[in-house]
């Protein structure tokens, strides 16, 4: 059974820097694209980043290039996203994600999911 359990989410202010991250269990980690999301506030759940089963390569929404980065670290069964010069706009659950299949990076079918993190910015 796969679990993931985020942590790192808070109450920061405009400009701070966050790291998030995403513990993976129950299957072997390194053999899996990773991907997060976020549900901000009256909104759909959208798509950040992504990041191949090997950690060569990324994928991101155009809307976080430049601030977000996303990361792994298959010996932890780890994978990250840092967040900086956090907005406002940014407040939102954050969710990991994982898949059965590796087939494209830049598919948005994702298979299990975690419980999510939250992450206010205020002004």
């Known amino acids: 059974q796969v679990q993931l359990v985020e942590s790192g989410g808070g109450l920061v202010q405009a400009g701070d820097s966050l790291r998030l991250s995403c513990v993976a269990s129950?299957?072997?980690?390194?053999?899996?694209?990773m991907g997060w999301f976020r549900r901000r506030p009256g909104k759909e759940r959208e798509f950040v980043a992504a990041?191949?089963?090997?950690?060569?390569?990324?994928y991101y929404a155009d809307s976080v290039k430049g601030r977000f980065t996303i990361s792994r670290d298959n010996a932890k069964n780890t994978v990250y996203l840092q967040i900086d010069s956090l907005k406002p706009e940014d407040t939102a659950v954050y969710y990991c994600?994982?898949?059965?299949?590796?087939?494209?990076?830049?598919?948005?079918?994702?298979?299990?999911w975690g419980q999510g993190t939250q992450v206010t910015v205020s002004s």
């Open positions: 994600a994982t898949r059965d299949d590796n087939k494209s990076l830049l598919s948005l079918r994702y298979d299990y």
């Open positions: 990041i191949s089963w090997g950690g060569g390569r990324t």
């Open positions: 129950g299957r072997t980690f390194s053999r899996f694209d």
